[in-house]
Every structure is written in structure tokens, then in C-alpha cells.
């Protein structure tokens, strides 16, 4: 049995890891090749929301992969990140597909054992098993990377009076500037209205990032000023 594993979505800077899972469920023990990219016995077939169908198309050993023997109910596992460079993934060869573009993606594994190994030889006791020839195909998985979302950034500046000239400017250092997310809950309500907060610098400026998408109520607020 040959099945792969995937989150239901990733953020668009973070590792995008997949899971290949080889389980024997018969009642023998079987000899197969291991599961590695650069042998051939392990593909990913990704389609992507551009429409395009890549797999791998990083570096192939000429020779067939090591051979390992799965007794029954034994797992053999890989992790593979589609975003790791010295492997790749692409539609075209030396052209990889850098998995930022947003949106849902499709993806299936396919292993393949060759029945027969460059590495099997007499010394590493795996010799007297059948040798396993075949392909297997996982089911077809989706999996989201999620569009990156920028902070939003209230900023300004806080002066005692602000009907003055620009010259006359005079800064309130240390004022407390808060912005409430609109609307405010009644004023009978227990629950805390989500904020964020900043401190004025010694010129009077502040720059507080906040989620965008909403208007806010900005509050400010220092000991010794009404």
C-alpha cells in the first residue's frame, strides 16, 4: 500500500512538506526499492491553479535505488519538501516551479519498485525475499497556499498643540496611542475590545501595524493631559 500525506494548506514562505508512507499489508515479508527521487522510485504529480502539471526534475542517479525488505505491517517513509532546491519540481527540466502563486493545488505520489537494485548484494542480508516489480499511485490530494497578507500601518504624530505652526511644533513624547478595532462593544459589555498599541517616540511619531481590512477608532491618552 502507497499513500502520501499533506496539509490542507501552507503559508507562502513555509516549507512545503509531503510525506510518502510504503506499507506492507500482505502476510510475507517483501523486498522493494526505497523510495528516492533521484533513483526514479518516488514522483510527486502536482497540478497547479496556473494549470500546469509538474513533477520532478531535479538530478537522476544512473543505477536503480538501495533495496530494503518491508516485513508485514512494516512502514517505510520519506519527507520530501517541493521546495527544496537541490531537488526540484518543474513542468520543464531546469526550470523549477517556485510554489509561490496562491490558490489550490492537486497532488498525487507514484512510487515505483524496479525489482532488482545496484545495491543489493549478498552481504547485506536481503537477498532471499522476492523482489517486488510494480507502481503504485497514491489518491489524489489538495492542498491550499495561502495568499500573503501584508500588515496594515496606522501612523502619525501627537503635538500639545495641534492648531500651531509647523515651527512651533511641540511633541508629546511617551503618549499612549491605541486602535480599536469599529465598532466598539457596548459599553455594558464585559468582553475587552481587541486593540493594538504603541508609545509615541521623542518626536512625537508613532507607526502601530494592524490587521488590514478594518476601520479603527485611534485613542490616545498620557498623564497630565485631558
Same mark, same amino acid.
Given at each position: 500500500?502507497?499513500?502520501?500525506?499533506?496539509?490542507?494548506?501552507?503559508?507562502?514562505?513555509?516549507?512545503?512538506?509531503?510525506?510518502?508512507?510504503?506499507?506492507?499489508?500482505?502476510?510475507?515479508?517483501?523486498?522493494?526499492?526505497?523510495?528516492?527521487?533521484?533513483?526514479?522510485?518516488?514522483?510527486?504529480?502536482?497540478?497547479?491553479?496556473?494549470?500546469?502539471?509538474?513533477?520532478? +526534475?531535479?538530478?537522476?542517479?544512473?543505477?536503480? %535505488?538501495? !533495496?530494503? =525488505? $518491508?516485513?508485514?505491517?512494516?512502514?517505510?517513509?520519506?519527507? *520530501?519538501?517541493?521546495?527544496?532546491?537541490?531537488?526540484?519540481?518543474?513542468?520543464?527540466?531546469?526550470?523549477?516551479?517556485?510554489?509561490?502563486?496562491?490558490?489550490?493545488?492537486?497532488?498525487?505520489?507514484?512510487?515505483?519498485?524496479?525489482?532488482?537494485?545496484?545495491?543489493?548484494?549478498?552481504?547485506?542480508?536481503?537477498?532471499?525475499?522476492?523482489?517486488?516489480?510494480?507502481?503504485?499511485?497514491?489518491?489524489?490530494?489538495?492542498?491550499?497556499?495561502?495568499?500573503?497578507?501584508?500588515?496594515?500601518? +496606522?501612523?502619525?504624530?501627537?503635538?500639545?498643540? %495641534?492648531? !500651531?505652526? =509647523? $515651527?512651533?511644533?511641540?511633541?508629546?513624547?511617551?503618549?499612549? *496611542?491605541?486602535?480599536?478595532?469599529?465598532?466598539?462593544?457596548?459599553?455594558?459589555?464585559?468582553?475587552?475590545?481587541?486593540?493594538?498599541?504603541?508609545?509615541?517616540?521623542?518626536?512625537?511619531?508613532?507607526?502601530?501595524?494592524?490587521?488590514?481590512?478594518?476601520?479603527?477608532?485611534?485613542?490616545?491618552?498620557?498623564?497630565?493631559?485631558?
Amino acid at each position: 500500500d502507497f499513500d502520501i500525506k499533506v496539509k490542507e494548506s501552507y503559508n507562502v514562505d513555509e516549507p512545503l512538506i509531503v510525506k510518502a508512507i510504503l506499507t506492507n499489508k500482505g502476510e510475507q515479508s517483501v523486498k522493494v526499492n526505497s523510495m528516492k527521487l533521484e533513483f526514479g522510485s518516488l514522483d510527486f504529480k502536482i497540478l497547479t491553479p496556473d494549470n500546469k502539471t509538474i513533477s520532478y +526534475i531535479g538530478p537522476l542517479a544512473v543505477c536503480y %535505488p538501495p !533495496a530494503i =525488505i $518491508l516485513k508485514p505491517g512494516e512502514s517505510h517513509k520519506r519527507t *520530501i519538501d517541493l521546495r527544496d532546491t537541490n531537488h526540484p519540481f518543474g513542468e520543464k527540466y531546469m526550470e523549477p516551479y517556485n510554489f509561490t502563486l496562491p490558490g489550490v493545488y492537486k497532488i498525487k505520489g507514484v512510487y515505483h519498485s524496479f525489482g532488482k537494485s545496484c545495491y543489493d548484494k549478498p552481504s547485506n542480508g536481503i537477498v532471499d525475499v522476492d523482489f517486488w516489480e510494480g507502481t503504485l499511485v497514491s489518491p489524489v490530494y489538495k492542498f491550499e497556499i495561502k495568499q500573503e497578507v501584508k500588515p496594515g500601518v +496606522i501612523k502619525g504624530s501627537v503635538r500639545e498643540d %495641534p492648531e !500651531a505652526p =509647523i $515651527l512651533l511644533f511641540i511633541p508629546v513624547e511617551g503618549a499612549k *496611542i491605541r486602535a480599536y478595532i469599529i465598532p466598539i462593544l457596548h459599553k455594558e459589555s464585559t468582553e475587552v475590545p481587541k486593540y493594538y498599541e504603541t508609545f509615541t517616540d521623542s518626536r512625537g511619531h508613532y507607526e502601530l501595524e494592524v490587521e488590514p481590512g478594518f476601520c479603527y477608532r485611534m485613542v490616545v491618552t498620557k498623564d497630565g493631559y485631558g
